[in-house]
């Protein structure tokens, strides 16, 4: 049971460039969700997935885009990277249908834009 | 929205000592959850301890308590006998009952354990 993981672990970009943050669970939870972390200031949402097909817009979504996959896969893009953008960036899981919202986290991916 | 605070930045506290992080929230709901996660140095985000707001009793994991303050909307984390492998950054963080679904953060207390 690998939990939930995240690739790649470090990335350096240059302003402009593009790249694709993946995520997997194998927990068979129905949630997922993108986190950036950023120093004083917590983990912040970007993007969440309810379920399957379903994606919702988080407290900091500009700049970002986000594919649910499948039930077990959870992909963050970002089109054109601003050094705004340097972040940890952490995914997380939940179970539905539980009266509260546990989430399980990954490693995180350290993101360097120059 | 909610909002959760952490006016804590930092803490230290020496070996086998108990600490006290705070935390505050704001919210206008009644039924809800809040987490206390730690992060050591390795990044990875583990869940320390959870509280159901319906509940009048204190949670409790081992060495780790929470002081659940509902009407003061106040939920402060004690760690008691305090060993090198607590240090870490520490977070609280709300969870609403609604659909939504979202957890929200705080800003997070770097706790160190002198020895």
């Known amino acids: 049971n690998a939990g939930v993981t995240q690739t790649p672990k470090f990335q350096v970009l240059k302003t402009g460039q593009s790249m694709t943050l993946q995520c997997a669970q194998d927990m068979n939870h129905n949630s997922m969700y993108w986190y950036r972390q950023d120093p004083g200031m917590g983990l912040r949402l970007i993007y969440y997935?309810?379920?399957?097909?379903?994606?919702d817009k988080g407290e900091v979504p500009n700049g970002y885009n986000v594919s649910r996959l499948n039930k077990r896969e959870f992909s963050l893009r970002l089109e054109s990277a601003a050094p705004s953008q340097t972040s940890v960036y952490f995914c997380a899981s939940s179970e539905t249908g539980v009266s509260y919202n546990e989430q399980f986290f990954g490693p995180g991916t350290r993101l360097t834009v120059l | 929205a909610q909002t959760v605070t952490q006016s804590q930045p930092e803490m230290s506290v020496q070996e086998a000592e108990t600490v006290t992080l705070s935390c505050t929230y704001d919210?206008?709901?009644?039924?809800?959850?809040l987490f206390w996660y730690k992060q050591p140095p390795s990044r990875q985000m583990i869940l320390v301890i959870r509280q159901e707001a319906y509940k009048q009793q204190n949670a409790t994991e081992n060495r780790f308590s929470v002081n659940f303050q509902k009407a003061a909307k106040s939920f402060s984390l004690k760690i008691s006998d305090s060993q090198l492998g607590d240090a870490a950054m520490y977070f609280c963080?709300?969870?609403?009952?609604?659909?939504?679904?979202?957890?929200?953060f705080g800003s997070g207390t770097q706790l160190t354990v002198l020895p």
């Open positions: 963080a709300y969870d609403s009952s609604g659909s939504a679904r979202q957890l929200t």
């Open positions: 919210t206008s709901e009644s039924d809800y959850y």
């Open positions: 997935s309810a379920s399957e097909g379903t994606t």
